[in-house]
């Protein structure tokens, strides 16, 4: 049976939240498929959907394979009382029962029975098809390309790091060598070495793969195509072209909105002209023939009839073109000016040997008005701690740090305001007068949609609570913008926009961040930390 993957009509709702309202989708035999859209709109739902972990509310999942299928989640707990083998024999299973029950089988085959030469033949071609005889080999190339080499196979799963235990389940997953893999953010805490063998990997293999990933360098490298989970419509939106066909047709999108709204601008002044000129342009001093008063004014009378008539269809137009409004696209991002001049020497923070006990080492650092900075490196290294202590968000255990002009600061987890309180209260805390005043700054910066305005943040998604945080940072002027990981959570559209909002920002910029692209097109200083140390020369990026 050919390789199969389809929702009909499916819809999937948390508690008052619908996650997916009748959405239908298909992903090809042989596609590559990148899942895509801000936390919390629904990725790793429809991952678990087409790997039959649960069920839709209503319409139907078809995912068949031949060939197996194999599932990675994104947080799965590996039990710690399992050895490496274990886990790696699990993933195996199915290859060593085909094996198992080929060789059973083989004895048999003297007799000559047909029904036993079929299921042979089927079991030897899906064997081989899996690649069953490399198996083991396969293995040890996914450890060693994974950062895994040497890995003792007897070692207990509880003994690993949980990177070494995310790691170890992909390559698991990967040496299996399923028809159909349904990956949840794999790219999740690999190196960069480990990151080009799993491209590469994903390039080269037959079969069919659907990814969910935040990774913009992995979707441009792996994916055929992309599906977006849209949180705000609850709907599935399919890309073709991979990557640079997904940014082509949100530009082509975008220019379309542009232009149906000019369109309707343009109606709606030629019928307010018609409106207002139409009774004016008939000619009041049309000469009276063969003095027929009567026939005259008779004529005269239909005339104005057809004018008036005309008018009042042109008003009735535009009335229902006025109550139907087709609005502009939302203009993109920009972070508002730094307010006045730069400090009289042009330092806006400076950090004088700086530490956190445990966490980050003395560290010195001076930024300058305009200065654009990007600090990457490992998980733990301490530049979340860095930024929240140049923030003051974190008291130094040492050292001191001077701040001039404005600082504003985005946190690797901001969550933009209090359970309870609406999302234009929100985004109004802090602001002078009522909150109903700041409807229209909110408005306008694309994020949201009035619908969202009185809806409670705590019940806002994941990205949703990250797109509030950035319409604080973007209201406000700054000298200095202090961003931890600003592209966690986010869709890949608005990625993009925040990315170029960045580069044309006048202000001072330290951003923290793992994204590879956003590294690659950094033009700027780019330093690296690595165990609370602040490394000054430029890092190479992939």
Partial sequence: MPTQISLHSVSKTYGDRPLLDNVTCAVSPGERVGVTGENGSGKSTLLRL?????????????????GGIGYLPQDAPLPPHLSVRHLIGDALADLRAIEARMRHLEPRLAGGDPHLLDEYADLATVFELRGGYEADARVERALHGLGLAGLDHDRLLGGLSGGQRARLHLASVLAASPEVLLLDEPTNHLDDNALTWLEEHLRGRRGTTVAVSHDRTFLERTATALIEVDADRAALVRYGGGYAGYLAEKAAARHRRQQAHEQWRAEVERLTEAAAVTARQVAPDRVMKDRNKMAYDRHGGRVQQSVAGRVRNAEQRLRRLRRDPVPPPAPPLRFT???????????????????????????????????????????GAGKSTLLRVLAGDLPPGGGEVLRRGRTAYLPQEATGGRPQESLLAA?????????????GLLLSLGLFTPEHLTVRVGRLSTGQRRRLALARLFGEPADLLLLDEPTNHLSLSLVEELEAALSAHRGAVVVVSHDRLLRRRWRGTHLSMSDGTLVRPPVAVP
Wanted: no cysteine; aromatic share 2%.
């Fill in 50 to 66: 087409l790997a039959g972990r649960e069920h839709p509310d209503d319409g139907h999942v078809t995912v068949t394979a031949g």
């Fill in 337 to 379: 000016p730094p307010a006045g001049s730069p400090a009289p020497d042009g330092i806006v923070l400076e950090a004088e040997r700086v530490a956190v006990g445990g966490r980050l080492l003395p560290t010195s650092l001076t930024v300058r008005a305009g200065e654009r900075l990007l600090i990457s490196g490992p998980n």
């Fill in 427 to 439: 985004f109004a805390r802090g602001r002078p007068g009522p909150a109903g005043d700041h409807a």
